[in-house]
């Protein structure tokens, strides 16, 4: 059965580095997510991306954030100068088409930024 | 407003018993309704998805949307300890809000 991939599955990082996370969507899917969730709160929406540009943004996905789809597979979140507050479980997530099934979600990147 | 309201729990039942998890949310431009399984630490596993309003069944699970009281309900029939995990609610239309989850714990 196809799944989303993310990796790494953890990442630990000094404030102030850059890191990016990987997504690797389900293949036929079109709409790709990024969602986050600090431990012990709400999956939170951060951005979605469709036809190689972002569709919506949530007030979370400040200048810091950006994502990219650099070739026919990956899906990628950057932060360029990480917070302690950015440290939670971000989530990918792909939808075929906004009418058909809905989001499935990759298995997480725990970061934590120290 | 874009809320999704669920309790958090924990609910805890013994094995074989009828289960119900309930969400309210307040946008009534709200069009899909999912359910998702979550282990700790672990991401959201989509169980269930409705479109409007409705019920939808898979197996031991059930799955309404009344949009009238803004009202999505998950019944899990014949509990098993593997269904112990934090149950999230969640609906939107192109991104999805999700609520905090329900602790659901299930003893042999």
């Known amino acids: 059965e196809p799944e989303v991939t993310q990796t790494p599955s953890h990442q630990v990082t000094q404030m102030g580095q850059e890191v990016i996370l990987r997504c690797v969507p389900i293949?036929?899917?079109?709409?790709f997510y990024w969602y986050r969730q600090i431990l012990g709160q709400k999956v939170e929406f951060l951005v979605s991306?469709?036809?190689?540009?972002?569709?919506?943004k949530s007030e979370i996905f400040d200048d810091q954030f950006s994502v990219e789809r650099p070739d026919g597979s990956n899906f990628t979140l950057k932060i360029r100068s990480t917070k302690l507050e950015d440290s939670a479980m971000y989530f990918c997530?792909?939808?075929?088409?906004?009418?058909?099934?809905?989001?499935?979600f990759g298995p997480g990147t725990r970061l934590l930024v120290l | 407003q874009k809320e999704v309201e669920q309790d958090p729990g924990p609910l805890s039942v013994p094995e074989g018993a009828i289960v119900s998890l309930n969400c309210t949310y307040s946008n009534s431009a709200f069009q899909y309704f999912m359910w998702y399984r979550q282990y700790s630490r672990k991401g959201p596993e989509l169980l269930m998805y409705t479109y409007s309003s409705g019920n939808k069944e898979d197996g031991r699970f059930t799955a309404q949307v009344d949009k009238s009281s803004k009202y999505i309900s998950l019944f899990i029939r014949d509990s098993q300890p593997s269904d112990s995990a934090t149950y999230l609610c969640?609906?939107?239309?192109?991104?999805?809000?999700f609520g905090k989850g329900t602790m659901l714990l299930v003893s042999p």
């Open positions: 997530a792909s939808w075929v088409a906004l009418t058909q099934e809905t989001q499935y």
């Open positions: 969640a609906s939107g239309y192109s991104t999805l809000t």
């Open positions: 991306f469709y036809n190689n540009e972002i569709s919506e």
């Open positions: 293949s036929n899917h079109l709409y």
